[in-house]
């Protein structure tokens, strides 16, 4: 089996990340018959006074467009992006909007640490598998400029 490991930056320590959302779990797949691309993920809102609200995200393209607009999850409440695209599942930035309040990550199977893989699929009709690993989280924090 051919499998790559993954970089998430920015990786929130403790402390950040009571200022941030966490995704948890998170899959990207390719789709062999249809060769479309769907993401799944569910997201938690870590903030003070945001009670940990959480939701489900989804949806699915087909490659090699890149789809830019925001989607909506099941809680409207949130939105998500991919702001430079997603052409690549092994590479992409997510970024998610809770409330005005936005937090990025990016996802990078080359950059070597052990938090997200793409796996030959196993299952039927799964051509690629991306998911976060085993006990794998991701942190989105806000980058202030």
Known sequence: MKFTLASILPFAAAASAQNALRVEPLSVKILTESQTARIDFTVVDLREGQGGASTTCSTAWTPPTQPT???????NAFSFAFPNGIDDVE???LS?????WTGTAALNTHAGMAVYGCFVGEEPGVERDCHLL????VYLTSVQI
């Open 91 to 93: 590479a992409f930035t």
């Open 69 to 75: 607009s925001p989607f909506a999850c099941a809680d």
């Open 96 to 100: 998610v909007t809770h409330l005005g």
């Open 134 to 137: 085993e006990g794998g989280h």
